[in-house]
């Protein structure tokens, strides 16, 4: 496969695109991440989300702790070029760190953050010790 479809991609002054991965099935936005060239080459190349890690500063395969995977079912680039769209099926309901099916699980109500989506998963057993 050819990788100029890459050089069609806007990254930022870090070499990083926004990265969003939404559930193929439900539509529902389940996390937010950045991606790199090599992170968006990998998840073209395996039909599973990589990303870049700036906390970590190296590359990141969603699930390679967790065994959470996202299987992507398609990748889009929006109008500008600077933001990836992901329709992905995610291994075991839970996308979020926290774990919960997604990162987006407060909802503003009346000027405070109210938690509305349940734990599924004890973080703690899905992720060991740093």
Request: proline letters at 2%; hydrophobic letters at 40%.
């Amino acid at each position: 496969m050819s990788t100029s479809w890459l050089d069609e991609v806007k990254w930022d002054g870090q070499g990083l695109v926004t990265a969003i991965a939404q559930d193929a099935t439900s539509g529902r936005v389940l996390m937010v991440a950045w991606m790199n060239r090599e992170s968006l080459l990998l998840t073209a190349q395996t039909g599973v989300a990589h990303y870049w890690s700036r906390s970590r500063n190296r590359l990141w395969k969603k699930g390679e702790e967790s065994g959470h995977l996202q299987t992507v079912k398609e990748l889009r680039l929006d109008c500008d070029g600077d933001v990836i769209v992901m329709q992905i099926e995610q291994a075991g309901g839970i996308a979020c760190h926290t774990g919960r099916e997604s990162c987006f699980y407060r909802v503003l109500n009346g000027g405070a953050w109210e938690t509305v989506d349940a734990v599924r998963k004890d973080p703690a057993s899905i992720y060991r010790p740093s």
